[in-house]
Nanobody, 130 residues
């Protein structure tokens, strides 16, 4: 599985960006998909995830109400719509894929921990200026 993230860039505080992550896999619909971010000097952290099973979505508290994750299985793509961006959202954003399986995944609850994901994209840089 290869993941290609795109859509990052420089934006002013309060602005919006839409990230995309295209997956090269035939069974995309069988993968939970997640977005994580890594700011300079900080550990990679969970941003949002979407279930393979019923497209249930989950977001970190820091982005709730501002970021929305979605997927288009026909396009093998997951999106992250980011609105009301803040300087503290500045980071490299990574998409990740987790093949269905496990107690929570089978019940529509995708993972929110880095090491539970099987495949990672290369990252796309988002810079929010104040």
């Amino acid at each position: 599985v290869q993941l290609q993230a795109s859509g990052g860039g420089l934006v002013q505080a309060g602005g919006s960006l839409r990230l995309s992550c295209a997956a090269s896999v035939r069974t995309f619909s069988s993968y939970d998909m997640g977005w994580f971010r890594e700011a300079p000097g900080k550990e990679r952290e969970f941003v949002a995830a979407i279930s393979w099973r019923d497209t249930s979505t989950f977001q970190a508290d820091s982005v709730k109400g501002r970021f929305t994750i979605s997927r288009d299985n026909a396009l093998n793509t997951v999106f992250l719509q980011m609105n009301s961006l803040k300087p503290e959202d500045t980071a490299v954003y990574y998409c990740a894929a987790h093949r269905r399986g496990g107690y929570y995944s089978e019940r529509g609850i995708p993972p929110r921990i880095v090491h539970e994901y099987d495949y990672w994209g290369q990252g796309t840089l988002v810079t929010v200026s104040s």
